[in-house]
Each structure stands twice: as structure tokens, then as C-alpha cells.
């Protein structure tokens, strides 16, 4: 392993994701903080990831056709400075603030995955790399949230920018120096875009699209619980400093996951992948009993070791099944459905949700669709699996 290059993967990681904790991390308290209403918060941040969606499959596909991360992480760069100094001014206009919003969702919610895509095009053949760099993405987003809730209360919404300035140019400067992946030339599939055959054979690996489902619905699951944190604290008593607080204590938690998710593979597989379902149960149960902000922690903790756990399966699974020439594709997929997609169903309608039944309503639904990952994860671990014909890539499955 090169040790510089692995070095410098990790000051991106902190760095992004510290700009991610500084701007997207507290965009709710923000809109909060300006009069915006819940169910207008809910319809914003449907927006974003709706186009998030959209762009990292565009940005995918691009990156799989170029094969160069790094031009498309500076332009991710760019675009997150720019978008977030314009979203700041208008926060008290919620149609403005929803088109800015919708922006950096296409323009910037792709960066995650490009990076966690060129650091495993650069280091071909050990997944578990991946998500050792992404330890730092962790441990920077719980510094820098639990730094930026504090700060809020003594300085104001502004230090979100100051901090997002700072982490970005260190990024950048960063991505200059780092080299374009070698582990994956001559593998773009020749200037075009991704085929009905590509796609055929993305979805025949019945391991990736079992993966598929139960990111999906576990992304549904918690997308409504996530996003509005800053509700469902506020409304137990908490405030901008419990929301840092939050995310610090469970970050630190999910850490260790990441960092020895080598060791973790010496596990199976499916059993992986149920006690990655089953500690959204509680993280939901927690929090539909939570009276105090302390038991919303505990829930966070829950889901934490959840993502710790989760995260590397999904890049291991999709390591081992797709072919190389469509590992950025079926990344952004797999983020996306976790993430963007799955948020834009249940945004659209949890702000109304909430506001209409309380907050008890909103979580107990996010009980009841997790049940059906956990369910599929188990029918997954119980029924045996079919020998497959062959690895692709030559690497070995670990099941």
C-alpha cells in the first residue's frame, strides 16, 4: 500500500465531510432559525435529495465513462463553495432557498461516492481500505459538528460558512496533489454511456440486488428521523449544542466499525447485513419512546454502529459482483437508494407527517418499514445460497 497516497485519501475524507458537517449537518436548526416551517423544511430537503439522486446517477455515469474522480471531486468542490455562500443570505425565503438547495443536491451530493470510489479504484482489490480512509470522514463530521453546534450559540449561523471555507480549501488543495486513479485505466468503457447490456448485467448478481432492497428500504426507514433532528431534539428539549453532541458521541461510536472492517469480514456476510437492519429497529424504537434527549443519542448510537457495520458490506458486495467498468455506477446507486432516494419519498410527506400526528406517528412508520430489510436480511442468512459460478475480478466472496 502506498502510505502517502493512502495519507492524502484521508485528508479528503475529514475534509469534505467536515464541510459536509459544517453546511448540510445543521441546514435544518439554520432553516429553523429564519421562521421556515417544518413541512417547508421537509419539502426543501425532498428538493435536494431528489436532484442528489439525479446527479449522482448522472455523475456516476460520468465518472465511469472518464474514469477521472478527481476532475469530477474539484468540480464537487466548487460547486459546494459557491452553492452554500448563496444559500446563506436566503434562508428566509423558502422558494429561493429550495432552488439553491436543489442545486448542491446535483452538483455536490455526488461527492461522497467519487471519493469513495476513487480511493478504491486507487487501491484496487482490498475494499476494506475504503472504508479505513472513511474512518477519518467519521471522526472529522463528529468533531465538526460537535465544534459547529457549540459555536452556533455563541456566534451564529455564520460560523457554518467560516468552518465550510476552511475545510473545502484544504480539500481542494489536497485533490490537486493527489494523482488520477491507475487502478482503473483502460477500463472506461470507450467515450459511452452506460448500455442496456451494462445495466443487464449490473442487475443479474442476485447478492447486489438483495443488497439493493435492503438499502433501500432501511434508507426509507431512517431518511425521515435523520433529517429532522433538529425537530425531534427541540421538541424533547434539546438545541443546536445537543444536535453537535449527537453526531459526536454516535461518530465516535461508528469509528472502530470502520476502521477495522478487515477484521470485520472474518464474519459471515449475511450475518452482517441482519445486524445491520436490526439496529435501525431500535434506533426507531428509541426514539418513538424518547422523552429527553439523551434516549435520541442513545437511538443515534444504535444506528451508528448500524451505518459502521453496513458500509463496508455494501462496498465489499459491490467490489465483488460488478464489473469494474460500472463499480461507480453501482456505488451511486447503492448511496443514493440509502440516501437521496429513499429521502425523497419520505421528506415529501414526513414534515406533514409530523406536523399532522406528531412525531410519534412519523418514527412509529419508520419502525414499521425497517421490519421489511430485517426480514429479507434474515430470509437472506436462513435460506442457503446457490454455489456462484465465479467472482468477479478474481476476488474471492466472503459470505
Known amino acids: 500500500m502506498n502510505q502517502s497516497l493512502f495519507a492524502r485519501f484521508c485528508v479528503l475524507q475529514a475534509t469534505w465531510w467536515g464541510a459536509m458537517a459544517a453546511v448540510p449537518g445543521y441546514i435544518s436548526a439554520f432553516m429553523l432559525s429564519r421562521g421556515v416551517a417544518a413541512s417547508s423544511i421537509s419539502l426543501i430537503l425532498a428538493a435536494n435529495l431528489l436532484c442528489s439522486f439525479l446527479g449522482s446517477l448522472f455523475w456516476g455515469r460520468r465518472i465511469d465513462i472518464t474514469q477521472n474522480h478527481r476532475g469530477h471531486f474539484l468540480m464537487g468542490i466548487a460547486c459546494f463553495f459557491v452553492l452554500s455562500m448563496a444559500i446563506y443570505p436566503m434562508g428566509s425565503y423558502p422558494i429561493v432557498l429550495a432552488l439553491l438547495y436543489a442545486a448542491h443536491g446535483f452538483l455536490v451530493g455526488f461527492g461522497a461516492t467519487c471519493l469513495d470510489s476513487w480511493v478504491l479504484a486507487s487501491f484496487p482489490g482490498d475494499s476494506s481500505l475504503g472504508s479505513r480512509a472513511r474512518t477519518f470522514a467519521t471522526l472529522s463530521y463528529a468533531v465538526i459538528m460537535l465544534a459547529t453546534g457549540v459555536l452556533i450559540g455563541r456566534v451564529g449561523y455564520i460560523i457554518m460558512l467560516v468552518i465550510m471555507i476552511?475545510?473545502?480549501?484544504v480539500c481542494a488543495i489536497t485533490a490537486i496533489q493527489t494523482p488520477r486513479a491507475a487502478g482503473t485505466a483502460g477500463m472506461a468503457p470507450s467515450g459511452r454511456s452506460v448500455s442496456a447490456k451494462d445495466l443487464k448485467e449490473l442487475l443479474k448478481h442476485r447478492e447486489w440486488m438483495l443488497l439493493l432492497v435492503m438499502?433501500?428500504?432501511t434508507g426509507l426507514s431512517i431518511a425521515p428521523i435523520n433529517n429532522l433532528k433538529a425537530v425531534l431534539l427541540?421538541?424533547?428539549g434539546g438545541d443546536t449544542t445537543t444536535l453537535g453532541l449527537d453526531s459526536f458521541i454516535g461518530c465516535m461510536v461508528q469509528a472502530p466499525f470502520l476502521f477495522y472492517a478487515s477484521q470485520l469480514r472474518r464474519a459471515s456476510r449475511k450475518l452482517r447485513l441482519?445486524?445491520?437492519?436490526?439496529?435501525?429497529l431500535l434506533y426507531a424504537l428509541l426514539v418513538y419512546v424518547a422523552a429527553a434527549p439523551g434516549t435520541i443519542i442513545i437511538a443515534t448510537i444504535c444506528q451508528n454502529i448500524s451505518f459502521g457495520i453496513f458500509y463496508p458490506a455494501m462496498r465489499e458486495i459491490t467490489e465483488d459482483c460488478v464489473p469494474a467498468?460500472?463499480?461507480?455506477?453501482?456505488?451511486?446507486?447503492?448511496?443514493?437508494?440509502?440516501g437521496s432516494l429513499t429521502g425523497v419519498m419520505a421528506m415529501a410527506m414526513s414534515g406533514v407527517l409530523l406536523e399532522a400526528f406528531g412525531a410519534e406517528a412519523m418514527v412509529l412508520v419508520s419502525f414499521g418499514i425497517q421490519l421489511l430489510p430485517?426480514?429479507?436480511?434474515?430470509?437472506y442468512l436462513l435460506i442457503p445460497a446457490k454455489k456462484p459460478a465465479a467472482a468477479v475480478s478474481g476476488v474471492s466472496e466472503n459470505r
Open 374 to 379: 430485517f426480514f429479507v436480511a434474515m430470509a
Open 234 to 236: 427541540e421538541r424533547v
Open 325 to 338: 467498468a460500472l463499480r461507480t455506477t453501482a456505488h451511486s446507486v447503492i448511496d443514493v437508494s440509502y
Open 166 to 169: 476552511g475545510m473545502l480549501g
Open 274 to 280: 441482519v445486524i445491520s437492519t436490526v439496529m435501525p
Open 215 to 217: 438499502v433501500f428500504f
